[in-house]
């Protein structure tokens, strides 16, 4: 407290006095940890199976990628797609037949980490997003088989 003027002391041990120590603080912080990895894990979950869901209902291929990379990507691929409908045809001029194209454009990258990186676009940039897309986010899978 000797680093602290002298007027300012007496306010500075009355806050201290109503905080916890910092081991206690950390014991604290330690022992909520399990809640809030459980509560994140339980999240993700229902995010997963939202995207899951949102994938198979709209005929979206499956992703490319490392395995670390696939879920994740899965998940940013459904939030991107519906932050555009909602803001593009929902909210937006677009119709169904404009939407429809856009589409069939998400439905060529299928590398997890473009989806990924784009994650925090705004739902009215994806056409120009997709569009910048390269060869290189694009699937590997023939199709004319």
Do not use: Y
Not at 72 to 83: C, D, F, I, P, V
Request: net charge negative.
């Amino acid at each position: 407290m000797s680093d602290r003027p002298a007027d300012k002391r007496a306010g500075f041990a009355r806050w201290l006095g109503s905080r916890d120590c910092t081991d206690c603080w950390k014991a604290n912080r330690d022992s909520d940890s399990e809640s809030k990895q459980q509560w994140l894990a339980d999240r993700r979950a229902e995010e997963q199976q939202a995207a899951d869901d949102w994938a198979e209902k709209f005929d979206m291929p499956p992703l490319e990628g490392p395995e670390k990379a696939l879920q994740w990507g899965a998940r940013s691929r459904h939030q991107l797609m519906t932050t555009a409908h909602t803001a593009l045809v929902i909210e937006g001029t677009w119709d169904e037949a404009d939407w429809a194209e856009l589409e069939e454009k998400a439905r060529t990258i299928t590398r997890a980490g473009w989806w990924i990186d784009q994650r925090d676009a705004a739902g009215t940039d994806l056409l120009e997003l997709l569009d910048a897309a390269t060869e290189a986010d694009r699937g590997t899978e023939n199709p004319f088989r």
